[in-house]
């Protein structure tokens, strides 16, 4: 917590001396012998006392009593509220810088205490301060969110560095209107960046401009506009039937313990619905006598307790309930490819894209649209088609809302045609004739 105290500039002075503060806020530098020399901030205020009148004990001036008839009550009271103001103001501009992303140095702190405490401008500074590129910056930097959330946020920053390189420009608060988000659109969708991708990048843009705007760092309230939207395009995503799975589990890969290995993690993931984040820490701690998994998830910290399948028990007792190491998100998605190809999932699927302004079908062979997140697509799926009540299967894959859940899971109109074909609806009661 930054502390501050005021001095007088000369305390033995017969006359009226300038008062300073010092502000202890952390800052530091590395000296040679390895020791930390702190830099607190020295800041002149516009206030001047003479020393009889101060308390150099406790950095303030000398409070009236009966015996100090040298101090007068009014003026040491006006006196006492103006440094406190003072002090006030210097801890709001360090909270505020470090709130925006900032790193607070003596510099900047002088340059702002001056323009409010003694009405200066630097335009340079404010400049800076309305740089929507510079406040993405700072944000990142002192940003506590998730690794991959950041690497997204440093991405869509490339891209709007790269739109003020073409622009010729820097990019403030006030020029991000609706011209300046279709521009924008049309700058990434010249680079054939798919709707999704897009999205993703007008995301991020929203959330560093609302994120600014809760700071007070502008007013400019276009990116909450209707117009101001994410483009975005269904995803294709694919889930593996249980004969698929079962196709999998029956492959022989004994000359392959790599890929071994990757299938038997994948099957466990394709019968519990665990996210990879979650399956890379499931240990036998986790599963009880009960023939249930209970862990809390990564994603949401919400507790799950999932029924034990048969064929996870199968792989359990395979490895003595220790699994083996998961490899990386990445090395997982590229073997997995490799698992679903040698098991024989080729079925072709045709898949809409989208590149810049063309629309077509690209057919693509199933195994090379398996990935990690495929096991638990497959899970929520074929639990579903197989009767296991939503509500049930929501309760492990974490969705709040069925409709939630419906657009997660895959299945065809044939699919559900047979799904519901033993239904009640369709098999009314004989009438009596």
Same mark, same amino acid.
């Given at each position: 917590?930054?502390?501050?105290?005021?001095?007088?500039?000369?305390?033995?002075?017969?006359?009226?001396?300038?008062?300073?503060?010092? $502000?202890?806020?952390?800052?530091?530098?590395?000296?040679? %012998? #390895?020791?930390?020399?702190?830099?607190?901030?020295?800041?002149?205020?516009?206030?001047?006392?003479?020393?009889? /009148?101060?308390?150099?004990? *406790?950095?303030?001036?000398?409070?009236?009593?009966?015996?100090?008839?040298?101090?007068?009550?009014?003026?040491?009271?006006?006196?006492?509220?103006?440094?406190?103001?003072?002090?006030?103001?210097?801890?709001?501009?360090?909270?505020?810088?470090?709130?925006?992303?900032?790193?607070?140095?003596?510099?900047?702190?002088?340059?702002?205490?001056?323009?409010?405490?003694? #009405?200066?401008?630097?335009?340079?500074?404010?400049?800076?301060?309305?740089?929507?590129?510079?406040?993405?910056?700072?944000?990142?930097? /002192?940003?506590?969110?998730?690794?991959?959330?950041?690497?997204?946020?440093?991405?869509?920053?490339?891209?709007?560095?790269?739109?003020?390189?073409?622009?010729?420009?820097?990019?403030?608060?006030?020029?991000?209107?609706?011209?300046?988000?279709?521009?924008?659109?049309?700058?990434?969708?010249?680079?054939?960046?798919?709707?999704?991708?897009?999205?993703?990048?007008?995301?991020?843009?929203?959330?560093?401009?609302?994120?600014?705007?809760?700071? #007070?760092?502008? *007013?400019?309230?276009?990116?909450?506009?209707?117009?101001?939207?994410?483009?975005?395009?269904?995803?294709?995503?694919?889930?593996?039937?249980?004969?698929?799975?079962? $196709?999998?589990?029956?492959?022989?890969?004994?000359?392959? @313990?790599?890929?071994?290995?990757?299938?038997?993690?994948?099957?466990?993931?394709?019968?519990?619905?665990?996210?990879?984040?979650?399956?890379?820490?499931?240990? &036998?701690? %986790?599963?009880?006598?009960?023939?249930?998994? *209970?862990?809390?998830?990564?994603?949401?910290?919400?507790?799950?307790?999932?029924?034990?399948? &048969?064929?996870? =028990?199968?792989?359990? &007792?395979?490895? %003595?309930?220790?699994?083996?190491?998961?490899?990386?998100?990445? @090395?997982?998605?590229?073997?997995?490819?490799?698992?679903?190809?040698?098991?024989?999932?080729?079925?072709?699927?045709?898949?809409?894209?989208? @590149?810049?302004?063309?629309?077509?079908?690209?057919?693509?062979?199933?195994?090379?649209?398996?990935?990690?997140?495929?096991?638990?697509?497959?899970?929520?799926?074929?639990?579903? =088609?197989? #009767?296991?009540?939503?509500?049930?299967? $929501?309760?492990?894959?974490?969705?709040?809302?069925?409709?939630?859940?419906?657009?997660?899971?895959?299945?065809?109109? @044939?699919?559900?045609?047979?799904?519901?074909? *033993?239904?009640?609806?369709?098999?009314?009661?004989?009438?009596?004739?």
């Amino acid at each position: 917590m930054a502390t501050v105290k005021f001095y007088l500039k000369r305390p033995k002075s017969d006359k009226p001396t300038a008062i300073y503060f010092l $502000m202890n806020y952390g800052a530091y530098t590395i000296q040679s %012998n #390895g020791n930390k020399k702190y830099l607190p901030l020295k800041y002149y205020t516009n206030e001047t006392i003479l020393p009889e /009148k101060w308390d150099f004990e *406790t950095g303030l001036p000398i409070a009236p009593t009966a015996k100090n008839k040298r101090t007068n009550a009014i003026e040491y009271k006006e006196m006492k509220t103006v440094l406190e103001k003072v002090e006030s103001t210097a801890k709001d501009v360090l909270r505020r810088l470090e709130n925006d992303g900032i790193q607070p140095t003596n510099d900047i702190l002088t340059k702002e205490l001056d323009i409010l405490l003694k #009405g200066y401008k630097d335009v340079a500074l404010e400049s800076n301060r309305k740089d929507l590129l510079s406040f993405i910056s700072s944000y990142i930097d /002192k940003s506590e969110h998730k690794p991959n959330t950041l690497k997204g946020y440093k991405q869509t920053k490339r891209e709007l560095e790269a739109f003020a390189k073409l622009k010729g420009k820097r990019i403030f608060f006030d020029d991000v209107d609706l011209d300046f988000y279709m521009d924008f659109v049309e700058f990434l969708t010249d680079k054939t960046y798919a709707p999704n991708t897009i999205g993703t990048r007008i995301k991020d843009l929203k959330m560093f401009m609302n994120e600014a705007y809760e700071r #007070g760092l502008h *007013t400019n309230l276009d990116f909450k506009k209707k117009r101001f939207s994410k483009p975005r395009e269904d995803t294709f995503a694919i889930y593996l039937t249980l004969e698929e799975l079962d $196709m999998i589990y029956k492959k022989d890969f004994s000359n392959n @313990k790599k890929l071994e290995k990757v299938r038997d993690l994948f099957l466990i993931g394709c019968y519990t619905g665990l996210r990879f984040s979650d399956l890379s820490r499931l240990t &036998s701690d %986790n599963i009880g006598e009960d023939r249930t998994i *209970t862990m809390k998830t990564i994603k949401t910290g919400a507790s799950v307790v999932i029924p034990v399948h &048969s064929v996870v =028990l199968q792989i359990l &007792s395979k490895y %003595n309930n220790e699994l083996p190491k998961v490899p990386s998100n990445q @090395k997982f998605n590229e073997y997995i490819k490799d698992v679903a190809e040698a098991s024989e999932i080729k079925e072709e699927i045709l898949i809409s894209k989208t @590149k810049g302004s063309l629309n077509y079908e690209d057919p693509t062979p199933k195994y090379k649209l398996v990935t990690s997140h495929t096991a638990r697509r497959s899970f929520a799926t074929n639990a579903y =088609l197989s #009767g296991v009540p939503s509500i049930s299967i $929501m309760k492990i894959t974490g969705h709040k809302t069925e409709a939630a859940f419906m657009r997660y899971i895959k299945i065809s109109a @044939k699919e559900n045609a047979m799904k519901l074909i *033993t239904h009640k609806f369709f098999n009314p009661m004989s009438i009596a004739k």
